[in-house]
């Protein structure tokens, strides 16, 4: 026994965060052995949401922090190799190693130069949320960006529309709490894929069926929850606006709303009840692809079912109208009082219930003390092809781009409009540093390549998008090679770049206490926090929001009490600040441009989906061989209906050709020899992966256009028709 607990004393178990982009955010305890080295992870028991186990996709992790694929030092693309993808392991053909002060030294000199010839604003930065940390997702970089004067990066790729759609109608992101879930009679997974990206909110589902309660998906793809429910919808792409006022239209012909809720807490009812009448279950029907009585079923058991929650994630918003599409389902559970029930309502993002002093750790004030002496243009994420390419034509968008900066994003593999963004970073006068863990298929394009550390090797501070609590990452590992943290990197560029202001000084530990807003006592002071102390965060890694503390003695129902954030100050059916802006106030439907009832429906006959993978997140993980064994199945694969297939003369195993104006890429057809296919007729789909992993280098990205959704700029992945034939 005492041999045991000696042996086991040389081990350490430290709180650390899982920082990739799922809303999730799970508690990982680290074991660290006595060299240093972590040996295992495992989801925190304590820990209410992650309940002690973590995904497949992380629960590997280790192979990951110690691949030998790793970038483990500062490299610099060889005179004279042109950019382009790289076969995997080739890197070193490409690129030489050199030390971090050369790195440094280079880089700032260049950007420098750049700003100096061209003006700061030809510098992007170019961001997302390949790390979820405060700190690593936007801390030390924005500031050094602000202060230098690049061009600020619009960062929409993933959930603006939605979003801003969310704030419409409630005026922050909150939600139904994630363990608050195994109350409810029912439960709709809408865009949802809950298996594949949000598992932790399974077993809460598990609970409620347990309970009697029962689970609806509605989604055009059979993703395993949809196989798992007690009723899968395979809605057409894109028609979810008319499904959810065709609800409405039932629940208000039948009485079914609660009319007191209404009263009390939301604006513009009877105007959205006049819109809703033009909705009739038949019209619906006719776009969404159900019948007529399945509408009216659907309505009747959303508004009868009591507490009903509905899990609305970011599938629906990814359409050309899908910004609409979500500010309509989010109205559902104001107009049948869903709210007042714990367990009931709905969440997209439980975002908003974080009141981190962003202020102070973006420091936008900074702007002003660059060369500009005001914030700089905003570039948006989503037409990257374009920005890289066409931008600087039009004196009004301002100058064209010289410079990129990418961190926490792999834009080769994962940004619309493969083939554009491609021409793009192939510019030869485009200077490209990618900080980064791996060699992506965007540092294939880089001119440096530095070394970026995981979770495990950095401290951070992180909230969530799919829970309420807050979590700090503390460092488990001493960083592999010569990786160093993002915040790290952007104080050192500053410091080269001649920034005298002592926050470039700042560490992690400091922009913890910033973010926190700490009082002298290690208190918080930010907006229901102030009960959070450095202390505790430290001891137990994940402390709730003030709202979460109790819930099972005060629940929290979002929207049930005083003035919400709104111009109303109520729940907004009907909406004045779009009315201001020209648009139409009331939610209604309209088709894509590119889908089956919109207007380039006659070029291309099909739907694609250019789904993630359930074993990668997003590009990450895909370079991984257990994480590509795990998602053999569908890797590489265009799913396809059995008659779509049979009408072009394709069968299962098949080489195929998808293509559209903008690109095309070949695949193997999986098609289902019986029923249920994983997509309906006039749908495909496919799954993201690294572009380099491809025999022609490409990925289903070369479909995917820049097209922007109605609200919010964002992307619109899943609006978008291509042609396939036998290869
Ligand atoms: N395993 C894994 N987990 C992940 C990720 C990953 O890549 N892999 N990515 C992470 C990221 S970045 C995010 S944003 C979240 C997103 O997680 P989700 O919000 O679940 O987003 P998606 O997978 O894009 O879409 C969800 C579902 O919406 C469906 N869908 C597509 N179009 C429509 C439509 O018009 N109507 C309806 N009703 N459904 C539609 C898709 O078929 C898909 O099954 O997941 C995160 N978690
Ligand atoms: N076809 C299609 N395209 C899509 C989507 C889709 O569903 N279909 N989903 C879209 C969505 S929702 C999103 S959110 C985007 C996501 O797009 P990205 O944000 O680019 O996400 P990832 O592909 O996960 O790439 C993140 C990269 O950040 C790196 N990284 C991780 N941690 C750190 C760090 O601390 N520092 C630095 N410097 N780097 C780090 C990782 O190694 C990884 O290569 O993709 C979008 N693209
Ligand atoms: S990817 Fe999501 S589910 Fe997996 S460990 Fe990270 S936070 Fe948890
Ligand atoms: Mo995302």
Not at 10 to 25: G, L, N, Y
Not at 235 to 259: F, N, S, Y
Not at 391 to 418: I, K, T
């Amino acid at each position: 026994m005492e041999a045991k607990a000696a042996a086991s004393s040389t081990f350490k178990i430290v709180h650390a965060v899982c920082s990739h982009d799922c809303p999730d955010s799970c508690a990982v305890l680290v074991t660290v052995d006595s060299t240093g080295r972590a040996v295992k992870v495992q989801g925190d028991p304590s820990q209410p949401v992650t309940q002690g186990f973590l995904c497949g996709k992380v629960a590997k992790y280790l192979d990951r922090v110690y691949s030998p694929d790793r970038v483990l030092f500062p490299m610099k693309r060889k005179p004279g190799v042109a950019k382009g993808p790289l076969p995997r392991g080739s890197e070193k053909k490409v690129f030489e190693r050199i030390s971090w002060e050369a790195a440094l030294d280079e880089i700032s000199g260049r950007l420098r130069e750049v700003a100096q010839r061209f003006g700061p604003e030809t510098v992007l930065p170019y961001s997302y949320a390949g790390n979820m940390g405060l700190l690593g997702f936007g801390s030390m970089d924005r500031r050094f960006f602000h202060r230098f004067g690049a061009s600020q990066l619009a960062r929409t790729i993933c959930s603006e529309a939605g979003g801003v759609a969310w704030n419409l109608v409630y005026g922050k992101k909150l939600g139904t709490p994630t363990e608050d879930f195994r109350h409810a009679r029912l439960v709709i997974a809408w865009g949802a894929n809950i298996h594949g990206n949000n598992i932790h909110l399974w077993p809460m589902i598990e609970d409620a069926r347990r309970n009697g309660g029962r689970l609806i998906v509605i989604d055009p793809y059979r993703t395993r929850t949809a196989g798992l429910a007690d009723w899968h919808i395979a809605i057409r792409p894109g028609t979810d606006t008319a499904l959810a006022l065709g609800m409405m239209h039932v629940i208000l012909r039948e009485g079914l709303e609660d009319a007191a809720f209404v009263a009390e807490r939301t604006h513009g009812f009877e105007r959205l009840a006049e819109r809703a009448k033009e909705y009739t279950p038949d019209r619906v029907a006719n776009w969404t692809g159900m019948t007529p009585g399945e509408v009216e079923q659907l309505a009747r058991e959303y508004a009868t079912a009591q507490p009903a929650a509905i899990r609305l994630n970011y599938g629906v918003q990814r359409a050309e109208f899908g910004g609409t599409a979500v500010r309509t389902i989010a109205m559902l559970p104001a107009l049948t009082g869903a709210w007042r029930y714990r367990g009931g309502g709905a969440v997209l993002s439980t975002s908003g219930g974080f009141s981190w002093d962003k202020e102070a750790i973006e420091r936008p004030d900074l702007a002003w003390s660059s060369p500009l002496k005001r914030p700089a243009r905003v570039v948006n994420m989503s037409a990257l092809g374009e920005a890289l390419t066409t931008l600087g034509e039009r004196p009004e968008d301002g100058p064209r781009v010289h410079a990129l900066f990418v961190y926490n994003s792999n834009p080769g593999a994962v940004a619309p409009n493969h083939n554009a963004v491609r021409r793009g970073l192939e510019r030869t006068d485009l200077f490209t540093v990618v900080h980064e863990q791996f060699f992506t298929d965007t540092t294939d394009y880089a001119d440096y390549v530095l070394p970026a550390t995981t979770f495990l090797e950095h401290t951070d501070l992180q909230g969530a998008y799919g829970h309420y609590f807050v979590q700090l990452s503390q460092q488990a590992i001493e960083p592999v090679g010569e990786a160093r943290s993002n915040v790290w990197l952007f104080s050192q560029l500053a410091q080269r770049m001649g920034f005298t202001e002592p926050c470039f000084l700042d560490g992690a530990e400091e922009m913890v206490a910033q973010a926190l807003a700490l009082d002298a006592a290690g208190y918080s002071t930010n907006y229901g926090m102030e009960h959070i102390a450095l202390e505790d965060l430290k001891r137990k890694g994940h402390v709730p929001l003030g709202f979460h503390r109790d819930i099972e003695h005060s629940p929290f129902l979002p929207y049930t009490q005083g003035t919400l954030a709104t111009p109303s100050g109520k729940i907004e059916f009907c909406s004045e600040t779009l009315a201001s802006q020209g648009l139409d106030p009331l939610p209604h439907f309209e088709p894509a441009t590119e889908s089956r009832w919109g207007a380039s429906a006659s070029t291309y006959p099909l739907e694609f989906l250019g789904r993630k993978a359930d074993h990668y997140m997003n590009s990450t993980f895909a370079n991984l061989d257990g994480h590509r064994r795990m998602e053999a199945q569908t890797s590489q694969r265009l799913e396809m209906h059995p008659a779509d297939a049979a009408a072009r003369g394709i069968s299962d195993g098949d080489r195929v050709r998808i293509w559209n104006d903008r690109g095309e890429i070949c695949l193997t057809a999986k098609v289902p020899a019986t029923e249920p296919s994983s997509v309906p007729q006039g749908v495909v789909a496919g799954r993201l992966d690294w572009a380099k992993l491809h025999p022609e280098g490409v990925n289903q990205n070369v479909l995917t256009s820049e097209r922007l959704t109605d609200l919010g700029k964002g992307a619109t992945f899943y609006s978008v028709l291509v042609e396939v034939a036998r290869a």
